[in-house]
């Protein structure tokens, strides 16, 4: 098996420990999680549950980016709560990052996310052929 691409852009935060961005194996990507984390590193970004969910979409479009492709390119979105009741909320926000046809999702409710963050989300894309 060929090892899959490396998926990696400094317009997202960028790993500090055991993982990628990232991966890319033929025409499938798979991103890591990502956090309302700001890319320079400097930790959440404030402004509460809606700025959290914007940045790490935009954490995911940056990474998508990278590989060539775009929002539209999702197939698959993994989202975890910290507080489900706030699925209405996030549900939104989403809806603004994606259009129809809409990605599968899956959506839990987790004790808690690393660095008291409120919401993550991982994709899977189909990246257009080269």
Same mark, same amino acid.
């Given at each position: 098996?060929?090892?899959?691409?490396?998926?990696?852009?400094?317009?997202?935060?960028?790993?500090?420990?055991?993982?990628?961005?990232?991966?890319?194996? $033929?025409?499938? !990507? +798979? *991103?890591? %999680? =990502?956090?309302?984390? /700001?890319?320079? $590193?400097?930790? !959440? +970004? *404030?402004? %509460? =549950?809606?700025?959290? /969910?914007?940045?790490?979409?935009?954490?995911?479009?940056?990474?998508?980016?990278?590989?060539?492709?775009?929002?539209?390119?999702?197939?698959?979105?993994?989202?975890?709560?910290?507080?489900?009741?706030?699925?209405?909320?996030?549900?939104?926000?989403?809806?603004?990052?994606?259009?129809?046809?809409?990605?599968?999702?899956?959506?839990?409710?987790?004790?808690?996310?690393?660095?008291?963050?409120?919401?993550?989300?991982?994709?899977?894309?189909?990246?257009?052929?080269?």
């Amino acid at each position: 098996m060929t090892p899959p691409d490396l998926i990696l852009t400094e317009k997202a935060p960028v790993p500090t420990s055991g993982y990628s961005q990232g991966l890319r194996h $033929g025409n499938l !990507l +798979v *991103s890591s %999680g =990502f956090l309302g984390t /700001a890319p320079d $590193g400097s930790g !959440l +970004v *404030s402004g %509460g =549950f809606e700025s959290e /969910a914007r940045q790490a979409l935009d954490n995911i479009k940056a990474v998508l980016a990278g590989a060539g492709c775009a929002m539209s390119n999702v197939i698959r979105v993994n989202v975890s709560l910290t507080d489900i009741n706030r699925f209405a909320e996030m549900d939104a926000i989403y809806c603004e990052y994606f259009s129809e046809p809409y990605p599968t999702r899956n959506t839990i409710g987790v004790k808690e996310l690393w660095g008291g963050a409120q919401v993550g989300f991982d994709v899977w894309a189909v990246v257009d052929a080269d």
